[in-house]
């Protein structure tokens, strides 16, 4: 085995550990879309890793971080990833679908749908995509870096997290959690993994709300489909509106 790449769900420190155990490589990541593809890549042969970011952009492309107005960000801002056009392997239109075509682009910008942040050394870290965004208290929250720190806890086998609905905070951070052999969910358990994330992220960042769950949906290719998840949820909260609410803090949304 010489070289090992992945796309479409951002690799965690755990995974990239995983790789180096097993294969003894860094897994390199890429990121890019079928409107156009392959404009960002780590590659461990020229540059260090960063666990959580998905690498540079690649030679010949120019991606940025950009606002609503098109206008590119400075490093440590959230904002959309764009890429400028002209570019070689940027698509042309949308097949008879001028509309789209033009809200794909923002400026000499075509926009990616996601959102993300870029550092110092031009390493740029996939937060998630717009609609996956969660907005709780003022906060702008992404999935993924909970997502990454709730699979370091033992019990963890997989994790998919979504904002829902909050009267106070607009929205919460909800983890779905599906546990690995040997773990039963309880009340305790939830609390355990709770105070795990929040003593590794920020305060605003850990789920306030745990369900355990046997399965998590996935597309054909094995990325969590979140927006199935919020989905079920709005239907619970339908369903369940002329009910007493439960409590938002999680403590027995250890359900299953």
Known sequence: MRTIASGGEPLGAELLTWGRQTFGLTINE??????????????????????????????????????????????????????????????????YNPQATRQKFLGEWLLTGDMGIVDEEGYIRFVGRND???????????????????????AVNMAAVVGVPDPVRHEVVKAFIV?????????????????????RLAAHEYPREIEF????????????????????????????????PRSTDGRQDASM
């Open 30 to 95: 890429f990121y890019g879309q079928t409107e156009c593809n392959m404009i960002v890549s780590s590659c461990a042969a020229i540059m260090p890793a960063k666990p959580g970011h998905m690498g540079r952009p690649v030679p010949g492309h120019e991606v940025a971080i950009v606002d609503e107005q098109g206008r590119r960000l400075p490093p440590g801002t959230l904002g959309q990833i764009a890429v400028k056009r002209p570019d070689p392997v940027m698509f042309l239109e949308y097949w």
């Open 132 to 154: 996956d965004i969660i907005i709780s208290a003022g906060y702008r929250i992404g999935p993924g870096e909970i997502e990454d720190c709730l699979m370091g806890h033992p």
């Open 179 to 199: 546990l690995k052999p040997g773990y039963e969910p309880d009340t305790a358990l939830a609390e355990e993994i709770r105070n795990y994330v929040k003593d």
């Open 213 to 244: 769950v046997d399965a998590l949906p996935l597309t054909a290719t094995g990325k969590i489909m979140r927006r199935v998840l919020r989905e079920r949820q709005t239907g619970k909260s339908d369903d369940n509106a002329s009910e007493p």
